[in-house]
Protein backbone atom coordinates (compact mmCIF):
# COMPACT_ATOMS: atom_id res chain seq x y z
CA UNK A 1 0.00 0.00 0.00
CA UNK A 2 3.03 2.42 0.92
CA UNK A 3 4.37 1.27 -2.50
CA UNK A 4 1.30 2.73 -4.33
CA UNK A 5 0.96 5.60 -2.58
CA UNK A 6 4.81 6.49 -3.05
CA UNK A 7 3.98 5.70 -7.00
CA UNK A 8 0.90 8.01 -6.98
CA UNK A 9 3.32 10.46 -5.54
CA UNK A 10 6.00 10.31 -8.12
CA UNK A 11 3.20 10.36 -11.09
CA UNK A 12 1.81 13.65 -9.04
CA UNK A 13 4.69 15.40 -8.96
CA UNK A 14 5.82 14.32 -12.37
CA UNK A 15 2.58 15.94 -13.87
CA UNK A 16 2.87 18.71 -11.92
CA UNK A 17 6.56 19.75 -13.40
CA UNK A 18 4.49 18.61 -17.00
CA UNK A 19 2.10 21.67 -16.40
CA UNK A 20 5.00 23.77 -15.26
CA UNK A 21 7.33 23.15 -18.38
CA UNK A 22 4.18 23.21 -20.54
CA UNK A 23 3.27 26.99 -19.16
CA UNK A 24 6.98 28.91 -19.51
CA UNK A 25 7.08 26.88 -23.19
CA UNK A 26 4.50 29.20 -24.37
CA UNK A 27 6.91 31.82 -23.64
CA UNK A 28 10.33 29.98 -23.70
CA UNK A 29 9.91 27.28 -26.48
CA UNK A 30 13.41 25.48 -25.31
CA UNK A 31 11.48 24.38 -22.32
CA UNK A 32 8.97 22.35 -24.92
CA UNK A 33 12.10 20.01 -25.08
CA UNK A 34 11.88 18.96 -21.54
CA UNK A 35 7.88 18.65 -21.25
CA UNK A 36 8.33 16.35 -24.05
CA UNK A 37 11.04 14.26 -22.21
CA UNK A 38 8.68 14.54 -18.63
CA UNK A 39 5.66 13.07 -20.80
CA UNK A 40 7.47 10.44 -22.41
CA UNK A 41 9.16 9.64 -19.09
CA UNK A 42 6.23 9.60 -17.00
CA UNK A 43 4.42 7.69 -19.39
CA UNK A 44 7.07 4.58 -19.47
CA UNK A 45 6.88 4.87 -15.55
CA UNK A 46 3.62 4.69 -15.04
CA UNK A 47 3.01 1.72 -17.40
CA UNK A 48 6.26 0.20 -16.05
CA UNK A 49 4.78 -0.48 -12.46
CA UNK A 50 1.26 -1.73 -14.13
CA UNK A 51 2.68 -4.09 -16.64
CA UNK A 52 1.24 -4.87 -20.19
CA UNK A 53 -1.83 -6.21 -19.68
CA UNK A 54 -3.70 -2.86 -17.11
CA UNK A 55 -1.51 -1.26 -19.52
CA UNK A 56 -3.38 -1.83 -22.59
CA UNK A 57 -6.38 -1.54 -21.17
CA UNK A 58 -5.38 2.13 -20.97
CA UNK A 59 -4.42 2.47 -24.37
CA UNK A 60 -7.55 1.33 -25.50
CA UNK A 61 -9.01 3.67 -23.46
CA UNK A 62 -6.92 6.33 -24.06
CA UNK A 63 -7.28 6.07 -28.49
CA UNK A 64 -11.31 5.40 -27.80
CA UNK A 65 -11.77 8.89 -25.92
CA UNK A 66 -9.12 10.17 -28.36
CA UNK A 67 -11.65 8.91 -30.77
CA UNK A 68 -15.08 9.97 -29.67
CA UNK A 69 -13.51 13.69 -28.79
CA UNK A 70 -12.38 13.87 -32.36
CA UNK A 71 -15.79 13.11 -33.56
CA UNK A 72 -18.34 14.83 -31.14
CA UNK A 73 -16.19 17.94 -30.47
CA UNK A 74 -18.06 20.70 -32.39
CA UNK A 75 -21.01 18.59 -30.97
CA UNK A 76 -19.84 19.29 -27.09
CA UNK A 77 -18.90 22.20 -27.99
CA UNK A 78 -22.01 24.09 -29.93
CA UNK A 79 -24.20 22.37 -26.88
CA UNK A 80 -22.22 24.65 -24.38
CA UNK A 81 -23.00 27.61 -26.15
CA UNK A 82 -18.80 28.42 -27.05
CA UNK A 83 -18.17 30.07 -30.17
CA UNK A 84 -17.37 28.69 -32.89
CA UNK A 85 -14.10 29.00 -33.17
CA UNK A 86 -13.35 27.37 -29.81
CA UNK A 87 -16.29 25.09 -30.38
CA UNK A 88 -13.88 22.18 -31.64
CA UNK A 89 -11.12 22.89 -29.67
CA UNK A 90 -12.60 22.86 -26.31
CA UNK A 91 -15.19 20.55 -27.41
CA UNK A 92 -12.74 17.87 -28.10
CA UNK A 93 -10.47 18.72 -24.85
CA UNK A 94 -13.45 18.29 -22.45
CA UNK A 95 -14.90 15.41 -24.48
CA UNK A 96 -11.53 13.66 -24.19
CA UNK A 97 -10.47 14.08 -20.46
CA UNK A 98 -14.09 13.67 -19.08
CA UNK A 99 -14.24 10.17 -21.15
CA UNK A 100 -10.55 9.31 -20.00
CA UNK A 101 -11.06 9.73 -16.59
CA UNK A 102 -14.68 8.19 -16.07
CA UNK A 103 -13.40 5.12 -17.96
CA UNK A 104 -10.22 4.91 -15.60
CA UNK A 105 -12.31 5.47 -12.83
CA UNK A 106 -15.03 2.91 -13.88
CA UNK A 107 -12.37 0.23 -14.49
CA UNK A 108 -10.34 0.59 -10.97
CA UNK A 109 -13.82 0.08 -9.39
CA UNK A 110 -14.63 -2.85 -11.54
CA UNK A 111 -11.64 -4.28 -10.82
CA UNK A 112 -9.69 -6.61 -8.35
CA UNK A 113 -6.21 -5.84 -6.85
CA UNK A 114 -3.92 -7.57 -9.19
CA UNK A 115 -0.65 -9.46 -8.24
CA UNK A 116 2.74 -7.61 -8.60
CA UNK A 117 3.62 -7.93 -12.50
CA UNK A 118 6.55 -10.39 -13.52
CA UNK A 119 10.16 -8.31 -15.13
CA UNK A 120 8.95 -8.78 -18.39
CA UNK A 121 5.17 -7.65 -17.88
CA UNK A 122 6.83 -4.68 -16.85
CA UNK A 123 9.37 -4.22 -19.58
CA UNK A 124 6.27 -4.90 -21.87
CA UNK A 125 4.27 -2.60 -20.46
CA UNK A 126 7.31 0.26 -20.17
CA UNK A 127 7.31 0.29 -23.54
CA UNK A 128 3.12 0.69 -24.25
CA UNK A 129 3.72 3.53 -22.02
CA UNK A 130 6.15 5.15 -23.87
CA UNK A 131 4.11 4.76 -27.11
CA UNK A 132 1.13 6.38 -25.03
CA UNK A 133 3.52 8.94 -23.95
CA UNK A 134 4.79 10.05 -27.20
CA UNK A 135 1.29 10.64 -28.17
CA UNK A 136 0.41 12.75 -25.35
CA UNK A 137 3.10 14.69 -25.86
CA UNK A 138 2.41 15.35 -29.28
CA UNK A 139 -0.68 16.73 -28.36
CA UNK A 140 0.52 18.94 -26.08
CA UNK A 141 3.12 20.35 -28.42
CA UNK A 142 0.28 20.78 -31.06
CA UNK A 143 -2.14 22.61 -28.97
CA UNK A 144 0.37 24.53 -27.13
CA UNK A 145 1.51 25.71 -30.32
CA UNK A 146 -1.71 27.17 -31.35
CA UNK A 147 -1.95 29.48 -28.10
CA UNK A 148 -2.07 33.43 -28.58
CA UNK A 149 0.99 34.77 -28.08
CA UNK A 150 3.00 30.97 -27.91
CA UNK A 151 6.43 30.97 -29.37
CA UNK A 152 6.67 27.22 -29.67
CA UNK A 153 5.89 28.00 -33.68
CA UNK A 154 9.18 29.63 -34.14
CA UNK A 155 10.59 26.53 -32.69
CA UNK A 156 8.54 23.64 -34.41
CA UNK A 157 11.61 22.86 -37.16
CA UNK A 158 13.54 21.87 -34.57
CA UNK A 159 10.44 19.94 -33.22
CA UNK A 160 9.36 18.14 -36.50
CA UNK A 161 11.57 15.64 -36.24
CA UNK A 162 9.74 14.71 -33.66
CA UNK A 163 6.51 15.76 -34.48
CA UNK A 164 6.27 14.77 -38.13
CA UNK A 165 6.18 10.78 -37.54
CA UNK A 166 3.40 11.52 -34.80
CA UNK A 167 1.33 13.24 -37.32
CA UNK A 168 2.11 10.82 -40.16
CA UNK A 169 0.73 8.09 -37.84
CA UNK A 170 -2.14 9.65 -36.44
CA UNK A 171 -3.84 11.71 -39.77
CA UNK A 172 -4.96 8.29 -41.57
CA UNK A 173 -7.29 7.47 -38.38
CA UNK A 174 -8.16 11.56 -38.17
CA UNK A 175 -11.56 12.44 -38.73
CA UNK A 176 -11.65 14.65 -41.87
CA UNK A 177 -12.74 17.93 -39.50
CA UNK A 178 -9.46 17.08 -37.25
CA UNK A 179 -6.89 16.25 -40.02
CA UNK A 180 -8.16 19.53 -41.83
CA UNK A 181 -7.44 21.34 -38.61
CA UNK A 182 -3.86 19.77 -37.99
CA UNK A 183 -3.51 20.34 -41.79
CA UNK A 184 -3.89 24.14 -41.47
CA UNK A 185 -2.05 24.64 -38.30
CA UNK A 186 1.37 22.86 -39.92
CA UNK A 187 0.32 25.38 -43.00
CA UNK A 188 -0.04 28.50 -40.64
CA UNK A 189 3.19 27.48 -39.14
CA UNK A 190 5.30 27.17 -41.84
CA UNK A 191 3.80 30.44 -43.41
CA UNK A 192 4.45 32.51 -40.27
CA UNK A 193 8.17 30.91 -40.00
CA UNK A 194 9.09 32.21 -43.28
CA UNK A 195 6.96 35.01 -43.98
CA UNK A 196 8.69 37.36 -45.87
CA UNK A 197 6.86 40.66 -47.42
CA UNK A 198 8.81 41.53 -50.25
CA UNK A 199 8.35 37.76 -51.52
CA UNK A 200 4.36 37.44 -51.50
CA UNK A 201 2.91 36.61 -54.68
CA UNK A 202 0.17 39.38 -54.95
CA UNK A 203 -1.52 38.65 -57.89
CA UNK A 204 -1.22 34.34 -57.00
CA UNK A 205 -2.59 35.46 -53.28
CA UNK A 206 -5.56 37.62 -54.76
CA UNK A 207 -6.93 34.11 -56.77
CA UNK A 208 -6.54 31.94 -53.58
CA UNK A 209 -8.70 34.41 -51.46
CA UNK A 210 -10.91 35.19 -53.83
CA UNK A 211 -13.93 33.33 -52.72
CA UNK A 212 -13.37 35.32 -49.51
CA UNK A 213 -13.20 38.26 -50.77
CA UNK A 214 -17.02 39.36 -51.28
CA UNK A 215 -17.71 37.86 -47.61
CA UNK A 216 -19.81 40.36 -45.78
CA UNK A 217 -18.19 40.00 -42.05
CA UNK A 218 -14.77 40.44 -43.93
CA UNK A 219 -16.00 43.56 -45.62
CA UNK A 220 -17.40 45.59 -42.33
CA UNK A 221 -14.11 43.90 -40.59
CA UNK A 222 -11.97 45.96 -43.52
CA UNK A 223 -14.07 49.05 -43.12
CA UNK A 224 -13.84 48.71 -38.86
CA UNK A 225 -12.56 52.00 -37.79
CA UNK A 226 -11.64 50.52 -34.27
CA UNK A 227 -10.11 47.65 -36.09
CA UNK A 228 -7.87 49.74 -38.18
CA UNK A 229 -6.67 51.48 -35.28
CA UNK A 230 -5.85 48.89 -33.03
CA UNK A 231 -4.16 47.04 -36.23
CA UNK A 232 -1.78 50.34 -36.42
CA UNK A 233 -0.90 49.90 -33.20
CA UNK A 234 -0.02 46.55 -33.30
CA UNK A 235 -2.78 45.49 -30.14
CA UNK A 236 -3.38 41.96 -30.91
CA UNK A 237 -5.03 41.13 -27.96
CA UNK A 238 -7.66 43.83 -28.19
CA UNK A 239 -7.67 42.71 -31.94
CA UNK A 240 -9.10 38.58 -31.19
CA UNK A 241 -11.67 40.66 -28.25
CA UNK A 242 -13.17 42.99 -31.57
CA UNK A 243 -16.73 42.23 -32.25
CA UNK A 244 -16.41 42.38 -35.70
CA UNK A 245 -13.32 39.99 -35.31
CA UNK A 246 -15.08 37.80 -33.65
CA UNK A 247 -18.62 37.68 -36.10
CA UNK A 248 -16.61 36.70 -39.00
CA UNK A 249 -14.60 34.10 -36.90
CA UNK A 250 -17.91 32.47 -35.72
CA UNK A 251 -19.46 32.67 -38.73
CA UNK A 252 -20.40 29.03 -40.25
CA UNK A 253 -20.17 30.00 -43.94
CA UNK A 254 -16.95 31.81 -42.96
CA UNK A 255 -15.83 28.68 -42.05
CA UNK A 256 -16.88 26.68 -45.02
CA UNK A 257 -15.42 28.68 -47.47
CA UNK A 258 -11.76 28.81 -45.30
CA UNK A 259 -11.38 24.86 -45.93
CA UNK A 260 -12.07 25.48 -49.26
CA UNK A 261 -8.93 27.16 -49.93
CA UNK A 262 -6.32 24.84 -51.21
CA UNK A 263 -3.63 25.48 -48.33
CA UNK A 264 -0.74 24.66 -50.83
CA UNK A 265 -1.60 27.22 -53.48
CA UNK A 266 -2.11 29.62 -50.63
CA UNK A 267 1.43 28.77 -49.26
CA UNK A 268 2.83 29.00 -52.91
CA UNK A 269 1.57 32.46 -52.87
CA UNK A 270 2.71 33.56 -49.35
CA UNK A 271 6.11 31.92 -49.17
CA UNK A 272 7.00 31.00 -52.48
CA UNK A 273 10.53 31.33 -51.91
CA UNK A 274 10.23 28.19 -49.70
CA UNK A 275 9.00 25.97 -52.91
CA UNK A 276 12.02 27.83 -55.18
CA UNK A 277 14.85 26.48 -52.92
CA UNK A 278 14.33 22.61 -53.60
CA UNK A 279 16.16 21.64 -50.30
CA UNK A 280 14.12 23.38 -48.66
CA UNK A 281 10.91 22.30 -49.75
CA UNK A 282 11.86 18.49 -49.34
CA UNK A 283 11.57 19.41 -45.72
CA UNK A 284 8.00 20.60 -45.87
Not at 117 to 133: A, R, T
Not at 189 to 198: V, W
Request: hydrophobic share 50%; charged share 20%.
Amino acid sequence: MKKKANDGLILVALFCLIVATAWKAVSSPQFIIATVAITIGAGIFRAWRRGIFREFLTLLRFFGSLTLGWYFSSAVGKMLGLPLALASVSGFYLTFIVLLVVSGALINWLSKENAEPSIPEKMLGGLLGGFEGLILAWVLVFTLSMLPGSKISAYYPEMSQFTRPVENLLMPVMPTEAAKTVEMVQSVQRMSQNFKLEKVNREALYEVMAPLAEFPELIALQEDESFRKLSDKRDFQAMLNHPALRNLLESEEFRQRIQSIDLKQLERAIIPHIYENPTIGENH
